[in-house]
């Protein structure tokens, strides 16, 4: 092996290259394909959405009317919805990320008791079934009179277990213990040491768990569905349920397909964007995560 | 979303100046009764109404104009099965109700048997009940007690595509047995095109199985007697069990878009249905538009006059309303004004419970265009008086419609027959009926 | 390091002993309160009956007795063990090849891929299902106008046979660049100067993915297939709303999840409900016992 030259490696080396991406470029076709189904069905007319070709524009195009309906529909409820999304995630995942960043810090830079068992709580967690917890929920919010609020779709999201686990880890590696210690020799206290911390050092795992916790909380649809009974309070997956549901029977007046695929679009372009945009910061993150768990 | 999409009571086709001229009538009516002043909005009643109607808020606001001193606000929380979990969610929790929501017909046991509908007859004037169907005001009441005002009802029809009749020279079918006998004749003719679906509906079953004489359940306090595997149920059940087993009608999932083109363009050639179905094939069904024709339910005996109903809405209150009697007076208004029902009518599909409207000659002969101009609320309105009143709902109906969903999906997709779906299902709902408590005979 | 020292000091010192507590209180109360508290409400349901006739009474463990052989729930368990071995070995080998390809840094484009794999992620489930509803569409899908554009058959894929792989397809849209994203990060974080030892051996690429870069992210691997394992047996949303679809196939006790959906929402069942909810568990975890106890002997 080590006779052969440079220039037959450096070859054989590019023509796997070139069969390696053309692989990942069929799954990448795979990835896209309903998300352009989308964006064509959102530039056609309800017709043309059953008698074109799915998967290419029509002549006729429609986007501009479709972005119309849905956002004038029922004095522009949609635009309601999204910010309703925008709300219950944002609050959420910083809340979320921000309680996993001092319980995950507390797991892995102290030792008290009863760590291992909080642990294991926590851990164990993730194995509870939503349907589990969404009707004691119900139950116990129409007790406290927080049912159709915004507070009965936050507070339950703000319990995010999979942070802790996330942020113990990112804290191990990435916090040494001589920074802290150099804290407690000047005579710093504890949550002082914490909160000196750079932003620097801890921005990469928070980062990763609030992209993670807000992602969790935009999606979510189950819990929203059952707490929340009034539309001015959807958020914009069970709004787009509702629509769906009356578009396919036909009751909803001027609800087209259409128009539930332009939601379908408009609501996941913020997602992506935030993806786009804090890429560099969350995938730092799950790296540093990823080496001890 | 289920099934109980049933009446989908829309009021798509409404326009605005129509809606207009029926509020100044309404306007004038209100004025006649004296001058009212606008109430300041902390003196307000506000009522909390449960509608998946479209455009109900507007038929609120046509009540406002007449009682000023009333907020009406209209929430849409999903439209069947949606609808229906959020009602019994809050009656569960004890709070959340609204004052007042639209519920089917079928429904009326379901939350009769939660205690949570309120009274109505203490605010309504003596004999407000001489003014509807008979079998509707029978289907809301219980000797003197009041549970709901009939607001629109689902007199059942064959509807039927008269272009793809017409083009393989078959005639609307006047008994079960012409039916079968086409079905298969179009099957042969033209493979690909089937007469009709049969879908996995409970809805539609228990209407179908309704005009059969099938009375699946007496309820008497804590007592049922449940007969779902009677011998009506099981020649039905061979009856179509035989059509699907010759492959003479297709059985695709009711309800889907894709059923909605099947109809559309005539690979489905009819669909024995109720009066509201337009206001979902209006939409939906572009190329069919206008080649709709309405005929009386096929019979089970050759001249026989027995039809049925499917769906139909009623306006309930809940026991937990603080405010009874403007919920009373606003259900009211829904359900009885008759101005407003006659508009619904002819512009919504929405058939009335009113024996006035149904008496009223003008209106039954009202011409449609999605029925190429057939009056066909002539066929409608005679269904109508044909229905049996005597056909109970369970106090359970969603468990019994989804063991009919469950058991007939398995029938459908080729394990077992329907009539050992009926079996099964009479056994499940026995099992749940005793584990509720009932006393089953 | 010094900077601790500069501005001003905080009035009440916390100690290290009471620090680790006043940490995780946030986290530990919402964990209680909507949590925690929500178990202990959810398990004393389950040992009460409501009856339409009769009310609510103490039954013990009578639900649980129940639930332990009612063939609805075992047969959904069944149906997920079926599943899990369909979907879990696609989505997690395709999910590892990729990370591997990219972290080998043998392709064109790779930020391009890394982030439009995991794109579909960031769709909710009740819009990628009803996406992909559309595209399995049996008249009008893309899919089916291609097979009548070339005469072939038209593909069912809501029949019997079909919807497994159906919903398995969805789920495997979904959560693959996940996993892939996960994989790639472990990846990346082993120390480049393996990779130089490795080159001067001159092992291609490849094989050097797979000896030696492949076992150093074995935990990894394990910890993802842990989390399938219990997401596969969560499966709810794809089912439920894809249901309309597909209702000959898709019954209300398809899936553990569905069953106990339908029993508190429909049948008004909650007691036996919440008894359901806690015996699946009981069965998560137990495979996810059975299954660290598999590794473990593996990797030993």
Same mark, same amino acid.
């Given at each position: 092996?080590?006779?052969?030259?440079?220039?037959?490696?450096?070859?054989?080396?590019?023509?796997?290259?070139?069969?390696?991406?053309?692989?990942?470029?069929?799954?990448?076709?795979?990835?896209?394909?309903?998300?352009?189904?989308?964006?064509?069905?959102?530039?056609?007319?309800?017709?043309?959405?059953?008698?074109?070709?799915?998967?290419?524009?029509?002549?006729?195009?429609?986007?501009?009317?479709?972005?119309?309906?849905?956002?004038?529909?029922?004095?522009?409820?949609?635009?309601?919805?999204?910010?309703?999304?925008?709300?219950?995630?944002?609050?959420?995942?910083?809340?979320?990320?921000?309680?996993?960043?001092?319980?995950?810090?507390?797991?892995?830079?102290?030792?008290?008791?009863?760590?291992?068992?909080?642990?294991?709580? =926590?851990?164990?967690?993730?194995?509870?079934?939503?349907?589990?917890?969404?009707?004691?929920?119900?139950?116990?919010?129409?007790?406290?009179?927080?049912?159709?609020?915004?507070?009965?779709?936050?507070?339950?999201?703000?319990?995010?277990?999979?942070?802790?686990?996330?942020?113990?880890?990112?804290?191990?590696?990435?916090?040494?213990?001589?920074?802290?210690?150099?804290?407690?020799?000047?005579?710093?206290?504890?949550?002082?040491?914490?909160?000196?911390?750079?932003?620097?050092?801890?921005?990469?795992?928070?980062?990763? =768990?609030?992209?993670?916790?807000? =992602?969790?909380?935009?999606?979510?649809?189950?819990?929203?569905? =059952?707490?929340?009974?009034?539309?001015?309070?959807?958020?914009?997956?069970?709004?787009?349920?509702?629509?769906?549901?009356?578009?396919?029977?036909?009751?909803?007046?001027?609800?087209?397909?259409?128009?539930?695929?332009?939601?379908?679009?408009?609501?996941?372009?913020?997602?992506?964007?935030?993806?786009?945009?804090?890429?560099?910061?969350?995938?730092?993150?799950?790296?540093?995560?990823?080496?001890?768990? | 979303?289920?099934?109980?999409?049933?009446?989908? /009571?829309?009021?798509?086709?409404?326009?605005?100046?129509?809606?207009?001229?029926?509020?100044?009538?309404?306007?004038?009516?209100?004025?006649?009764?004296?001058?009212?002043?606008?109430?300041?909005?902390?003196?307000?009643?506000?009522?909390?109404?449960?509608?998946?109607?479209?455009?109900?808020?507007?038929?609120?606001?046509?009540?406002?104009?007449?009682?000023?001193?009333?907020?009406?606000?209209?929430?849409?929380?999903?439209?069947?099965?949606?609808?229906?979990?959020?009602?019994?969610?809050?009656?569960?929790?004890?709070?959340?109700?609204?004052?007042?929501?639209?519920?089917?017909?079928?429904?009326?046991? %379901?939350?009769?048997?939660?205690?949570?509908?309120? $009274?109505?007859?203490?605010?309504?004037?003596?004999?407000?009940?001489?003014?509807?169907?008979?079998?509707?005001?029978?289907?809301?009441?219980?000797?003197?007690?009041?549970?709901?005002?009939?607001?629109?009802?689902?007199?059942?029809?064959?509807?039927?595509?008269?272009?793809?009749?017409?083009? +393989?020279?078959?005639?609307?079918?006047?008994?079960?047995?012409? @039916?079968?006998?086409?079905?298969?004749?179009?099957?042969?003719?033209?493979?690909?095109?089937?007469? /009709?679906?049969?879908?996995?509906?409970?809805?539609?079953?228990?209407?179908?199985?309704?005009?059969?004489?099938?009375?699946?359940?007496?309820?008497?306090?804590?007592?049922?007697?449940?007969?779902?595997?009677?011998?009506?149920?099981?020649?039905?059940?061979?009856?179509?069990?035989?059509?699907? $087993?010759?492959?003479?009608?297709?059985?695709?999932?009711?309800?889907?878009?894709?059923?909605? /083109?099947?109809?559309?363009?005539?690979?489905?050639?009819?669909?024995?249905?109720?009066?509201?179905?337009?206001?979902?094939?209006?939409?939906?069904?572009?190329?069919?538009?206008?080649?709709?024709?309405?005929?009386?339910?096929?019979?089970?005996?050759?001249?026989?006059?027995?039809? %049925?109903?499917?769906?139909?809405?009623?306006?309930?209150? @809940?026991?937990?309303?603080?405010?009874?009697?403007?919920?009373?007076? @606003?259900?009211?208004?829904?359900?009885?004004?008759?101005?407003?029902?006659?508009?619904?009518?002819?512009?919504?599909?929405?058939?009335?419970?009113?024996?006035?409207?149904?008496?009223?000659?003008?209106?039954?002969?009202?011409?449609?265009?999605?029925?190429?101009?057939?009056?066909?609320?002539?066929?409608?309105?005679?269904?109508?008086?044909?229905?049996?009143?005597?056909?109970?709902?369970?106090?359970?109906?969603?468990?019994?419609?989804?063991?009919?969903?469950? +058991?007939?999906?398995?029938?459908?997709?080729? +394990?077992?027959?329907?009539?050992?779906? @009926?079996?099964?299902?009479?056994?499940?709902?026995?099992?749940?009926?005793?584990?509720?408590?009932?006393?089953?005979? | 390091?010094?900077?601790?020292?500069?501005?001003?000091?905080?009035?009440?010192?916390?100690?290290?002993?009471?620090?680790?507590?006043?940490?995780?209180?946030?986290?530990?109360?919402?964990?209680?309160?909507?949590?925690?508290?929500?178990?202990?409400?959810?398990?004393?349901?389950?040992?009460?009956?409501?009856?339409?006739?009769?009310? &609510?009474?103490?039954?013990?463990?009578?639900?649980?007795?129940?639930?332990?052989?009612?063939?609805?729930?075992?047969?959904?368990?069944?149906?997920?063990?079926?599943?899990?071995?369909?979907?879990?070995?696609?989505?997690?080998?395709?999910?590892?090849?990729?990370?591997?390809?990219?972290?080998?840094?043998?392709?064109?484009?790779?930020?391009?891929?890394?982030?439009?794999?995991?794109?579909?992620?960031?769709?909710?489930?009740?819009?990628? &299902?009803?996406?992909?509803?559309?595209?399995?569409?049996?008249?009008?899908?893309?899919?089916?106008?291609?097979?009548?554009?070339?005469?072939?058959?038209?593909?069912?894929?809501?029949?019997?046979?079909?919807?497994?792989?159906?919903?398995?397809?969805? #789920?495997?849209?979904?959560?693959?660049?996940?996993?892939?994203?996960?994989?790639?990060?472990?990846?990346?974080?082993?120390?480049?100067?393996?990779?130089?030892?490795?080159?001067?051996?001159?092992?291609?690429?490849?094989?050097?993915?797979?000896?030696?870069?492949?076992?150093?992210?074995?935990?990894?691997?394990?910890?993802?297939?842990?989390?399938?394992?219990?997401?596969?047996?969560?499966?709810?949303?794809?089912?439920?709303?894809? #249901?309309?679809?597909?209702?000959?196939?898709?019954?209300?006790?398809? #899936?553990?999840?569905?069953?106990?959906?339908?029993?508190?929402?429909?049948?008004?069942?909650?007691?036996?409900?919440?008894?359901?909810?806690?015996?699946?568990?009981?069965?998560?975890?137990?495979?996810?016992?059975?299954?660290?106890?598999?590794?473990?002997?593996? &990797?030993?």
């Amino acid at each position: 092996m080590g006779i052969v030259g440079n220039t037959v490696r450096s070859a054989r080396f590019r023509r796997s290259r070139w069969v390696l991406t053309a692989i990942l470029c069929v799954y990448l076709v795979y990835t896209l394909i309903p998300i352009f189904y989308v964006v064509t069905a959102s530039t056609k007319t309800n017709a043309d959405l059953f008698g074109t070709f799915g998967l290419w524009f029509s002549d006729d195009f429609h986007l501009r009317e479709n972005l119309v309906d849905l956002f004038t529909i029922q004095d522009g409820i949609f635009l309601r919805w999204l910010g309703n999304t925008f709300f219950y995630a944002l609050t959420s995942a910083i809340g979320a990320a921000f309680f996993a960043l001092l319980a995950g810090y507390a797991f892995a830079k102290y030792d008290f008791a009863g760590k291992r068992l909080l642990f294991a709580l =926590v851990l164990g967690a993730v194995m509870i079934p939503q349907t589990a917890l969404v009707i004691p929920l119900y139950l116990l919010f129409s007790k406290v009179g927080l049912l159709n609020t915004p507070l009965a779709v936050i507070l339950p999201s703000l319990v995010f277990p999979p942070g802790v686990f996330l942020m113990r880890v990112y804290v191990e590696e990435a916090v040494s213990d001589e920074i802290i210690d150099a804290g407690r020799v000047d005579g710093a206290g504890e949550l002082h040491i914490l909160s000196g911390l750079t932003f620097r050092l801890l921005m990469p795992g928070l980062a990763t =768990v609030f992209i993670l916790a807000f =992602v969790a909380a935009w999606n979510n649809y189950f819990l929203p569905l =059952v707490v929340m009974s009034t539309s001015d309070q959807f958020p914009v997956t069970v709004g787009l349920a509702i629509w769906y549901a009356s578009a396919t029977t036909g009751s909803g007046g001027n609800l087209l397909f259409t128009v539930v695929m332009a939601g379908s679009l408009v609501s996941i372009l913020p997602v992506i964007l935030a993806f786009l945009i804090m890429q560099r910061f969350w995938q730092g993150g799950l790296s540093a995560g990823s080496v001890k768990a | 979303m289920t099934n109980q999409k049933s009446n989908g /009571a829309g009021f798509s086709r409404l326009n605005r100046r129509q809606l207009l001229q029926s509020s100044a009538v309404l306007g004038a009516a209100a004025a006649a009764g004296g001058v009212a002043l606008p109430a300041r909005a902390e003196d307000k009643v506000k009522l909390t109404v449960w509608a998946w109607t479209p455009r109900t808020q507007e038929m609120a606001d046509l009540y406002m104009k007449k009682k000023p001193d009333v907020q009406v606000v209209v929430e849409n929380v999903g439209q069947g099965a949606p609808h229906y979990v959020k009602l019994r969610n809050a009656i569960t929790a004890g709070t959340g109700l609204p004052d007042v929501a639209l519920i089917e017909f079928n429904s009326i046991p %379901s939350f009769r048997a939660l205690n949570a509908l309120a $009274d109505l007859s203490p605010n309504l004037p003596a004999g407000f009940g001489d003014q509807y169907m008979d079998w509707t005001w029978k289907a809301v009441s219980d000797g003197g007690k009041v549970f709901g005002l009939p607001w629109n009802s689902g007199p059942m029809a064959l509807l039927y595509h008269a272009d793809v009749l017409d083009r +393989h020279g078959i005639a609307a079918p006047e008994t079960w047995d012409d @039916f079968a006998e086409q079905a298969q004749k179009l099957a042969k003719a033209a493979p690909g095109t089937y007469l /009709a679906n049969f879908g996995v509906d409970p809805g539609w079953t228990a209407a179908v199985l309704w005009q059969a004489g099938w009375r699946p359940f007496r309820t008497n306090g804590t007592e049922i007697e449940i007969r779902i595997n009677d011998g009506i149920a099981k020649n039905w059940a061979n009856y179509w069990q035989g059509l699907i $087993d010759a492959k003479a009608v297709d059985t695709k999932p009711a309800w889907t878009t894709e059923w909605f /083109a099947a109809l559309d363009n005539g690979t489905y050639a009819s669909w024995v249905t109720a009066a509201w179905a337009p206001i979902l094939m209006e939409q939906a069904m572009k190329k069919s538009f206008g080649k709709w024709r309405a005929a009386p339910m096929p019979q089970w005996q050759k001249g026989g006059k027995v039809a %049925s109903n499917w769906g139909g809405t009623v306006f309930s209150a @809940f026991t937990t309303t603080p405010n009874l009697k403007a919920a009373t007076d @606003f259900a009211a208004f829904m359900s009885a004004d008759p101005q407003a029902a006659r508009f619904w009518l002819t512009e919504v599909f929405l058939f009335p419970v009113l024996t006035e409207l149904v008496d009223d000659k003008n209106l039954m002969g009202h011409k449609y265009d999605f029925y190429g101009g057939q009056p066909v609320n002539e066929v409608f309105a005679e269904a109508l008086s044909q229905v049996d009143p005597s056909f109970e709902f369970a106090p359970f109906q969603d468990y019994v419609n989804l063991q009919i969903e469950d +058991h007939f999906a398995q029938a459908i997709a080729g +394990h077992g027959t329907l009539a050992d779906a @009926f079996d099964r299902i009479q056994d499940a709902v026995v099992a749940y009926a005793g584990d509720q408590g009932y006393t089953v005979k | 390091m010094t900077r601790f020292l500069a501005g001003h000091r905080p009035r009440v010192i916390i100690g290290k002993k009471i620090a680790p507590y006043v940490l995780l209180l946030p986290f530990v109360l919402v964990f209680v309160a909507f949590l925690i508290v929500p178990m202990i409400y959810a398990f004393n349901l389950s040992l009460h009956k409501t009856a339409l006739v009769g009310g &609510t009474r103490f039954v013990g463990f009578d639900n649980y007795a129940r639930a332990f052989v009612d063939p609805n729930f075992w047969s959904g368990v069944w149906l997920l063990v079926r599943f899990g071995f369909i979907q879990m070995p696609i989505m997690l080998s395709l999910a590892l090849a990729f990370a591997l390809i990219l972290d080998s840094g043998l392709v064109y484009a790779r930020g391009l891929f890394r982030i439009a794999f995991f794109l579909p992620y960031a769709v909710p489930a009740v819009i990628a &299902t009803l996406m992909w509803g559309y595209i399995y569409g049996p008249a009008y899908g893309p899919l089916a106008q291609i097979a009548a554009f070339l005469s072939l058959p038209k593909p069912d894929f809501f029949s019997e046979n079909a919807i497994l792989g159906s919903i398995a397809n969805i #789920t495997i849209w979904e959560y693959t660049g996940y996993n892939m994203i996960i994989y790639f990060a472990a990846l990346q974080a082993i120390p480049a100067d393996l990779e130089e030892a490795s080159k001067m051996d001159g092992a291609s690429a490849f094989t050097y993915a797979v000896r030696v870069k492949l076992p150093m992210i074995v935990p990894m691997i394990i910890v993802t297939i842990m989390f399938s394992i219990i997401g596969t047996l969560q499966l709810f949303s794809e089912p439920y709303l894809i #249901t309309n679809l597909a209702r000959s196939v898709i019954n209300s006790h398809f #899936t553990p999840n569905y069953y106990a959906y339908t029993l508190a929402f429909t049948a008004q069942q909650y007691n036996y409900s919440a008894a359901i909810s806690f015996v699946l568990g009981a069965v998560v975890a137990v495979f996810s016992y059975a299954f660290m106890l598999a590794s473990n002997r593996g &990797t030993r």
